[in-house]
């Protein structure tokens, strides 16, 4: 069965490192997107791609980059990361048309 | 600013009954709505949409309805089980899919 796959699913780090979260899709999906969930602010748009070489900021994308080199492929990079990106990680993706579907998160703490 | 707000944090209902789950959008350009149910330690999972052109889109228990006009989107569950209890999220599409808050529904045996 096609899926969508998010790792690891817990990370601790600490302050100024760089951490990647790495998220796999088996769908063919052009669509891909990551999104952070946290308390009072739902699910927020981090960065977005809508095919291999596409990458687009989204509401949050302050201290993140993606990169897409192939259609399965869309990791997240917190440049050198903040206890303000402690949060749950969740990448999604989708056809042209349709809903989204959502892999399992990533908790990331940074202390 | 919050394209996507969903007022109600949380909604207890007892079993057997409706729930109803509400959300506001202020963006007319929105041409794809869905609402997803998500557990503790678990992604969103889709539950049902509809495109902009309906009003009313039902799948068994669950019915959503479209009032455009009001930029209103409200989610029906009938009857309510204590399966349902989980966040909701609604979720309205123009190229990127824009999420609300969500409410937390607990649905009392």
């Known amino acids: 069965d096609a899926e969508i796959t998010q790792s690891p699913r817990h990370k601790i780090t600490e302050t100024g490192r760089q951490v990647t979260l790495a998220c796999h899709q088996t769908w063919n999906h052009n669509n891909m997107f990551w999104y952070r969930q946290d308390l009072g602010h739902g699910l927020r748009l981090i960065h977005y791609?809508?095919?291999?070489?596409?990458?687009n900021k989204g509401e949050v994308s302050d201290g993140y980059s993606v990169s897409r080199s192939n259609t399965e492929d869309l990791p997240l990079t917190l440049e050198s990361a903040a206890s303000s990106q402690t949060s749950v990680y969740f990448c999604?993706?989708?056809?042209?048309?349709?809903?989204?579907?959502f892999g399992e998160g990533s908790r990331l703490t940074v202390l | 600013d919050q394209q996507v707000k969903q007022n109600s944090p949380s909604l207890s209902v007892q079993e057997g009954r409706i729930s109803i789950l509400n959300c506001d959008y202020t963006?007319?350009?929105?041409?794809?709505f869905l609402w997803y149910k998500k557990y503790p330690a678990e992604g969103p999972t889709f539950l049902i949409s509809i495109s902009s052109i309906k009003d009313k889109n039902e799948d068994g228990r669950f019915t959503v309805f479209l009032n455009k006009s009001a930029k209103h989107l409200s989610l029906h569950i009938v009857p309510s089980q204590p399966g349902d209890s989980a966040v909701y999220f609604c979720a309205a599409s123009v190229g990127q899919f824009y999420f609300g808050t969500g409410t937390s529904l607990t649905v009392i045996p």
């Open positions: 963006n007319s350009m929105f041409d794809y």
């Open positions: 791609s809508y095919g291999v070489q596409d990458t």
């Open positions: 999604a993706s989708g056809p042209n048309t349709g809903e989204l579907f």
